[in-house]
């Protein structure tokens, strides 16, 4: 937890800035639209994702307590489930409850 | 604005109640574990209302990011936006007053309904997707809104519950690497990141990855430009409104 004002100012951040990409193009490209805008529209959401994922594992120590085993069977159930099902909150669920069992009951 | 507008409204966006409620329910949670009360989690998707952000929002905000790393993490994450915006330029026109609401809540589910209503001959498309709009974000902070209240009464270890987040994403990956045309961005975004951790560390690895990311997209741009121009994987040949999660 931090200062109610900085997570005050964080929001805003966020809201703003998303207020702001949702908005930009019906005032700028009314007209046309710079390839370049619509290349990156296209390319950027699946470079971001990984990304995502990087940064959401960003934390695990390969090195050291479970070596990062829980988060790597974890991913795998998600990638197994998801391929086979294609069910985006089956794979959350389900990933996420084996994720708490291992790391409460396993890896201890 | 008439009943018959809204029935068609409301039994359009039912594929997208599913998915809002129990994902709204989610962050709701997910913040409370963090030690937020509900307002925030009401304030966030009121305002913000973009999913994956909002996710990636209770870590900047419950690790005390900055200001600069939020606002660039927001752009990066929430740039797809951009192009869905190009593409309602025209249907959003004529829309009047409903126009600046139906912009803000343009989502990546609101997209998809809304995308495909036709132009012409359709008297109630304005109305329409207003409606679906509001519905969206009905969903959104209905969902919240029993994240928070479940969160806050019910006592359990929530201890691991953040893969949801991690779980989310690598959904959404798994579901673009099957349907985008170039797989070269999604394995750009890996490697750069994942090298960008290496050197700087996970406390100050996401600008460098971020500025990395769009100079190599731009570097590689003929190359996977290419790849878009031929006969995309499973017929495939536009990645347009798949990208992004919720």
């Known amino acids: 937890m931090n200062s109610p004002l900085h997570t005050f100012l964080l929001i805003a951040v966020m809201a703003g800035a998303t207020i702001l990409l949702r908005f930009l193009p019906f005032w700028l490209f009314s007209k046309n639209t710079p390839r370049a805008v619509l290349y990156l529209g296209q390319v950027l959401p699946y470079a971001i994702m990984t990304m995502l994922v990087v940064y959401c594992l960003r934390s695990v120590d390969i090195l050291s307590a479970s070596h990062g085993l829980p988060e790597a069977l974890a991913v795998l159930l998600v990638v197994v489930l998801h391929k086979w099902k294609h069910n985006t909150l089956l794979s959350i669920l389900a990933g996420t409850l084996f994720y708490m069992a291992l790391v409460q009951l396993v890896f201890v | ?246």
């Open chain 2, 1 to 246: 604005m008439n009943r018959r507008t809204l029935r068609r409204a409301f039994f359009s966006s039912l594929p997208v109640m599913a998915g809002y409620v129990v994902l709204g329910t989610g962050f709701g949670i997910l913040l409370c574990s963090k030690g937020y009360s509900l307002w925030w989690g009401l304030l966030m998707s009121l305002t913000i209302f973009a999913g994956s952000m909002q996710y990636v929002g209770v870590d900047l905000i419950s690790s005390g990011a900055g200001v600069l790393s939020t606002l660039l993490m927001t752009l990066m994450v929430n740039a797809r936006h951009l192009f869905y915006g190009v593409s309602m330029i025209e249907p959003y026109r004529d829309m009047g007053w409903r126009r600046w609401y139906a912009i803000f809540g343009l989502t990546d589910e609101t997209y998809s309904l809304v995308c495909s209503e036709p132009m012409e001959n359709n008297p109630d498309r304005k109305d329409f997707c207003f409606l679906v709009t509001l519905l969206d974000q009905g969903y959104w902070v209905l969902g919240t809104l029993l994240g928070g209240i479940l969160g806050s009464t019910l006592h359990f270890n929530s201890a691991g519950i953040d893969f949801s987040m991690t779980a989310l994403f690598v959904s959404i990956v798994v579901d673009q690497w099957d349907k985008a045309p170039s797989r070269l961005p999604a394995l750009l975004g890996l490697a750069v990141s994942v090298c960008c951790l290496l050197i700087f560390g996970p406390d100050s690895f996401l600008i460098p990855s971020m500025l990395g990311i769009s100079l190599g997209l731009f570097l590689l741009r003929r190359r996977i430009e290419g790849a878009d121009a031929k006969p995309g994987r499973d017929g495939e040949s536009d990645g347009k409104a798949e990208g992004g999660g919720a």
